[in-house]
């Protein structure tokens, strides 16, 4: 499943999305929505330049998109909002 779902939108980030009902996750989606069009649903057989992660755990969402471009693009939009994947785990000293 894991690998249907985001084998379409490969390029990924982990992002501070915030409370899934709080203004930071909306203003991100409404961006989503308007510079790269529809959210793809893999597993709903529907074709999409972007997705978001299934679940938010601790403010933060996984985001995956089509392209390196679009990734690229989102992470110049967005960089105060994503997680460094080397402050998480700490990596031993």
Known sequence: LMRE????TPWAVNVRTG????????DIREW???????????????????????????????VG????????RFESEFPHRLVDPRLSPKEPQ
């Open 32 to 62: 989503l929505y308007k510079n790269l069009g529809d959210q793809a649903w893999p597993i709903h057989g529907r074709d999409g330049d972007w997705q978001f992660g299934g679940a938010t755990v601790f403010g933060e969402t996984f």
């Open 65 to 72: 998109f089509k392209t390196k471009d679009q990734l690229d």
């Open 19 to 26: 409370n899934i009902n709080g203004d930071e996750y909306r």
């Open 5 to 8: 779902v985001w084998s379409v």
